[in-house]
């Protein structure tokens, strides 16, 4: 037989390192089906049976006032799970109650795990597991999850309760106190008349959620056609509640929960006052890392200390794989060729398949590193105190504080760091940040700023790379801005945010977090990147007979085509055109491309270019380089933290057009100011 | 900022974002919209709830508070519609207004 458990808490209980000792490597990641939030299912056995445990996202509370709350809440009223586990932080106790107790009011079975016990007793805090267990009438049991303590007790508790499913569920009812008392019994008396608003939620329950303003509650009644009746039975009933408590009914529902949390501490736990606990070493931290004079600074330094060790660790390791998949490539095109296969079914495998994989394989080192460095910060708690002393220059965009890693990354390489966005927990932080990630100047697109810079501004060319880097950063601020008072105008930004004690992460926890998400992007990005590069293979490589690339092949007609597009921004000949087609496998190629077509190798091309371009067209086109659509890479790895195709499609439509457009800008307006 | 003044009768109500470093006191009411209202709620800075601004961030935005023993951090716009009565005055019924 076998039973699904939810696994629940509060961020910073040590959730994680919980679902990992209880299911082991036994675990399987995904996405909540329609939304791009991840999905952990685990399973793990006791005694004669098997549990499935869902890892929901860490929450607060189930108030649906973001994303990860709407998520928990909608698998805990609609998919029912057998039972769930609330992990509480056994050293702050009351605020991980606040989740128990509001699951404890659904009706679903509960075991609270009271996790990290070793802190607490560092903190001179005892909590009686006894008189917790009956003031909330369900099992607890205490665990250290980081060391596997408590963990085989939990899973023989959690199987027990399991069992003995078939006693009726305790009922479990909060008091709400003798002035809301009366509201919530007319409303339960009318809605035990109706069929239940959500199958499985108590219909006292249901009254106190609509109460205080339950968006999935306010839903089903709508749905079921009750809502102006219970409307009806708030305004009659509610204003004299509401002005004998001196405040509305959703501040005096969440007040009086609130208050029973607090009372049930109060019960439960006993401070050693002896210990001087508020002056912790966190606090101590903090006033270096979050003051007026350091905290700005040291924030910049850490987080230019990741961007610089994630790319000088992984670049050795990325030239690794590019010799690796060379290599192979002329090995098995000689093999091949030797076998008597046809010339484009050896370049077919050698430039498209095994080309396509490598181009996949080597952005592997970097979100591995990134993503370790991610963890670090994450667990750490660096990162809150981060958002928290950069929000306020990151909200002038429209931004989050958080927002500034993602766009600190892009300067390396646009992969990973729309990957990093995962860090923004609301869907319009995310959103804002994938969109203008692009437009920060990745470190592919340098050697092209560099090439032609140095081909056409001698002296000046530093300053000509440092301006295009800072027009990327102009551009990603005035899309932010626009984009947040545009599509994202109805969604607000907010903050709201803990500052969690400061502990020292684990090695596992940080290897593990690193491996998933180099994983996932080979396994959900690599396709899509394998497609697109076997397809400019195609287009390059056909007719058969044309040398690959030139102007007779597909993708030189595709340039012929439009370079007349591009005659306003100065560049109207097919081979920008088509420097710009391959540009979009990844940025650098753009220089082979042009040393290819203008039969200069890379070498002549200084000495070559000035044949087609000047001064002025030249600078145009490196701001279309800069701006216009990113590469398949980051196109795909955007694609799959959105989950849309649409907002994918807009994407490359959107900064295609910023690009072209920014480029004719440039062009005309130097032609007015007399540069051309 | 002056200190607080007397309790009920007078008005002594301030926002959050109103307060220095060190300073402290009682949560009397949320304002605000929607969202936002609830979610500063049901982080537990409901009505009665002791708190005290423990640090700003260098730009003075946001605010991190104390209460209920840890620490959260809030825009001062989202603080702006937290109010605070002092502490010694609990026993006015319905708050002070």
Request: charged share 20%; with cysteine.
């Given at each position: 037989?076998?039973?699904?458990?939810?696994?629940?808490?509060?961020?910073?209980?040590?959730?994680?390192?919980?679902?990992?000792?209880?299911?082991?490597?036994?675990?399987?990641?995904?996405?909540?089906?329609?939304?791009?939030?991840?999905?952990?299912?685990?399973?793990?056995?006791?005694?004669?049976?098997?549990?499935?445990?869902?890892?929901?996202?860490?929450?607060?509370?189930?108030?649906?006032?973001?994303?990860?709350?709407?998520?928990?809440?909608?698998?805990?009223?609609?998919?029912?799970?057998?039972?769930?586990?609330?992990?509480?932080?056994?050293?702050?106790?009351?605020?991980?109650?606040?989740?128990?107790?509001?699951?404890?009011?659904?009706?679903?079975?509960?075991?609270?795990?009271?996790?990290?016990?070793?802190?607490?007793?560092?903190?001179?805090?005892?909590?009686?597991?006894?008189?917790?267990?009956?003031?909330?009438?369900?099992?607890?049991?205490?665990?250290?999850?980081?060391?596997?303590?408590?963990?085989?007790?939990?899973?023989?508790?959690?199987?027990?309760?399991?069992?003995?499913?078939?006693?009726?569920?305790?009922?479990?009812?909060?008091?709400?106190?003798?002035?809301?008392?009366?509201?919530?019994?007319?409303?339960?008396?009318?809605?035990?008349?109706?069929?239940?608003?959500?199958?499985?939620?108590?219909?006292?329950?249901?009254?106190?959620?609509?109460?205080?303003?339950?968006?999935?509650?306010?839903?089903?009644?709508?749905?079921?056609?009750?809502?102006?009746?219970?409307?009806?039975?708030?305004?009659?009933?509610?204003?004299?509640?509401?002005?004998?408590?001196?405040?509305?009914?959703?501040?005096?529902?969440?007040?009086?929960?609130?208050?029973?949390?607090?009372?049930?501490?109060?019960?439960?736990?006993?401070?050693?006052?002896?210990?001087?606990?508020?002056?912790?070493?966190?606090?101590?931290?903090?006033?270096?890392?979050?003051?007026?004079?350091?905290?700005?600074?040291?924030?910049?330094?850490?987080?230019?200390?990741?961007?610089?060790?994630?790319?000088?660790?992984?670049?050795?390791?990325?030239?690794?794989?590019?010799?690796?998949?060379?290599?192979?490539?002329?090995?098995?095109?000689?093999?091949?060729?030797?076998?008597?296969?046809?010339?484009?079914?050896?370049?077919?495998?050698?430039?498209?398949?095994?080309?396509?994989?490598?181009s996949?394989?080597v952005?592997?080192?970097?979100?591995?590193?990134?993503?370790?460095?991610?963890?670090?910060?994450?667990?750490?708690?660096?990162?809150?105190?981060?958002?928290?002393?950069?929000?306020?220059?990151?909200?002038?965009?429209?931004?989050?504080?958080?927002?500034?890693?993602?766009?600190?990354?892009?300067?390396?390489?646009?992969?990973?760091?729309?990957?990093?966005?995962?860090?923004?927990?609301?869907?319009?932080?995310?959103?804002?940040?994938?969109?203008?990630?692009?437009?920060?100047?990745?470190?592919a697109?340098?050697?092209?700023?560099?090439?032609?810079?140095?081909?056409?501004?001698?002296?000046?060319?530093?300053?000509?790379?440092?301006?295009?880097?800072?027009?990327?950063?102009?551009?990603?601020?005035?899309?932010?801005?626009?984009?947040?008072?545009?599509?994202?105008?109805?969604?607000?930004?907010?903050?709201?945010?803990?500052?969690?004690?400061?502990?020292?992460?684990?090695?596992?926890?940080?290897?593990?977090?690193?491996?998933?998400?180099?994983?996932?992007?080979?396994?959900?990005?690599?396709?899509?990147?394998?497609?697109?590069?076997?397809?400019?293979?195609?287009?390059?490589?056909?007719?058969?007979?044309?040398?690959?690339?030139?102007?007779?092949?597909?993708?030189?007609?595709?340039?012929?085509?439009?370079?007349?597009?591009?005659?306003?921004?100065?560049?109207?000949?097919?081979?920008?055109?088509?420097?710009?087609?391959f540009g979009f496998l990844a940025k650098e190629v753009v220089?082979?491309?042009?040393?290819?077509?203008?039969?200069?190798?890379?070498?002549?091309?200084?000495?070559?270019?000035?044949?087609?371009?000047?001064?002025?067209?030249?600078?145009?086109?490196?701001?279309?380089?800069?701006?216009?659509?990113?590469c398949v890479a980051?196109?795909?790895?955007?694609?799959?933290?959105?989950?849309?195709?649409?907002?994918?499609?807009?994407?490359?439509?959107?900064?295609?057009?910023?690009?072209?457009?920014?480029?004719?800008?440039?062009?005309?307006?130097?032609?007015?100011?007399?540069?051309? | 900022?002056?200190?607080?003044?007397?309790?009920?009768?007078?008005?002594?109500?301030?926002?959050?974002?109103?307060?220095?470093?060190?300073?402290?006191?009682?949560?009397?009411?949320?304002?605000?919209?929607?969202?936002?209202?609830?979610?500063?709620?049901?982080?537990?800075?409901?009505?009665?709830?002791?708190?005290?601004?423990?640090?700003?961030?260098?730009?003075?935005?946001?605010?991190?508070?104390?209460?209920?023993?840890?620490?959260?951090?809030?825009?001062?716009?989202?603080?702006?519609?937290?109010?605070?009565?002092?502490?010694?005055?609990?026993?006015?019924?319905?708050?002070?207004?």
């Amino acid at each position: 037989m076998g039973y699904t458990v939810a696994l629940t808490g509060n961020p910073n209980t040590g959730k994680t390192s919980l679902f990992n000792a209880l299911t082991g490597s036994n675990q399987h990641v995904g996405n909540w089906p329609g939304v791009t939030v991840e999905r952990k299912e685990g399973r793990f056995r006791t005694g004669d049976g098997e549990v499935k445990v869902v890892d929901l996202p860490g929450i607060y509370s189930l108030g649906a006032a973001s994303l990860d709350e709407e998520i928990a809440a909608d698998f805990l009223l609609r998919s029912r799970p057998d039972l769930a586990i609330v992990v509480a932080d056994g050293s702050n106790l009351e605020r991980s109650l606040y989740l128990a107790v509001q699951m404890l009011e659904m009706g679903t079975p509960l075991v609270l795990a009271l996790n990290m016990m070793d802190t607490a007793a560092e903190k001179g805090i005892t909590i009686d597991v006894e008189k917790l267990s009956s003031l909330l009438g369900i099992p607890v049991v205490p665990t250290v999850a980081r060391r596997k303590e408590g963990i085989e007790d939990l899973k023989k508790r959690v199987f027990e309760e399991l069992k003995n499913r078939t006693a009726p569920p305790n009922s479990f009812s909060l008091p709400y106190g003798e002035r809301l008392a009366p509201l919530f019994d007319r409303m339960e008396a009318f809605l035990s008349s109706k069929p239940d608003l959500i199958p499985g939620l108590p219909a006292r329950t249901a009254a106190v959620k609509f109460t205080e303003g339950d968006p999935a509650v306010l839903a089903a009644a709508e749905t079921a056609g009750i809502r102006r009746e219970l409307e009806a039975i708030l305004s009659r009933e509610g204003a004299s509640v509401e002005a004998s408590l001196g405040y509305d009914l959703q501040t005096a529902v969440i007040e009086r929960r609130w208050g029973f949390v607090s009372g049930v501490t109060a019960e439960a736990v006993t401070r050693d006052l002896s210990l001087k606990t508020r002056l912790s070493l966190s606090d101590r931290i903090d006033r270096v890392v979050t003051s007026r004079t350091l905290g700005l600074p040291l924030f910049f330094l850490v987080t230019w200390a990741v961007f610089r060790l994630t790319y000088a660790l992984g670049d050795p390791l990325v030239e690794i794989f590019e010799g690796l998949f060379e290599s192979l490539g002329e090995r098995s095109a000689a093999f091949l060729a030797t076998a008597g296969l046809s010339d484009i079914l050896v370049s077919f495998i050698q430039d498209g398949l095994i080309g396509g994989v490598g181009s996949v394989v080597v952005f592997f080192p970097h979100i591995f590193i990134l993503f370790a460095f991610i963890a670090v910060l994450e667990d750490s708690g660096y990162m809150a105190r981060g958002a928290f002393v950069m929000d306020r220059i990151m909200h002038l965009m429209g931004l989050h504080g958080k927002s500034f890693i993602p766009m600190l990354m892009g300067f390396g390489c646009n992969v990973p760091s729309m990957m990093a966005t995962r860090i923004l927990e609301r869907p319009r932080d995310r959103m804002i940040t994938l969109l203008i990630l692009p437009f920060m100047s990745c470190s592919a697109r340098l050697p092209v700023f560099v090439l032609f810079s140095g081909a056409f501004f001698g002296a000046h060319a530093g300053t000509a790379v440092f301006s295009l880097y800072i027009l990327g950063i102009v551009v990603a601020i005035g899309a932010a801005k626009i984009l947040g008072s545009t599509l994202f105008k109805g969604e607000s930004s907010q903050l709201v945010m803990e500052l969690p004690p400061y502990h020292i992460p684990s090695a596992g926890m940080v290897l593990r977090h690193a491996w998933e998400r180099g994983f996932l992007f080979l396994q959900k990005a690599g396709t899509f990147i394998l497609l697109s590069v076997v397809a400019v293979w195609v287009l390059a490589s056909l007719p058969r007979g044309v040398e690959y690339g030139s102007e007779d092949s597909l993708v030189g007609s595709i340039g012929k085509a439009l370079a007349p597009l591009f005659g306003p921004a100065g560049f109207g000949f097919w081979q920008a055109a088509v420097a710009l087609f391959f540009g979009f496998l990844a940025k650098e190629v753009v220089v082979g491309t042009f040393g290819a077509l203008l039969g200069a190798g890379e070498a002549g091309l200084t000495a070559a270019l000035p044949s087609l371009f000047t001064p002025l067209s030249a600078y145009a086109f490196l701001v279309m380089t800069l701006l216009y659509v990113p590469c398949v890479a980051a196109v795909a790895a955007f694609k799959r933290e959105t989950g849309s195709w649409k907002w994918t499609f807009f994407m490359i439509a959107y900064t295609t057009l910023v690009g072209y457009g920014g480029a004719v800008l440039v062009y005309q307006g130097g032609r007015l100011l007399g540069l051309g | 900022m002056g200190a607080f003044g007397g309790c009920c009768g007078t008005v002594t109500e301030k926002s959050l974002s109103s307060l220095a470093v060190g300073e402290g006191g009682v949560v009397s009411k949320i304002g605000g919209d929607g969202g936002l209202k609830r979610r500063i709620l049901e982080m537990g800075l409901v009505p009665g709830t002791e708190i005290r601004v423990e640090r700003k961030a260098p730009l003075n935005d946001p605010v991190s508070v104390w209460f209920r023993g840890y620490e959260l951090s809030l825009r001062v716009d989202e603080a702006d519609a937290v109010f605070i009565r002092p502490k010694g005055c609990a026993g006015c019924g319905g708050g002070c207004r």
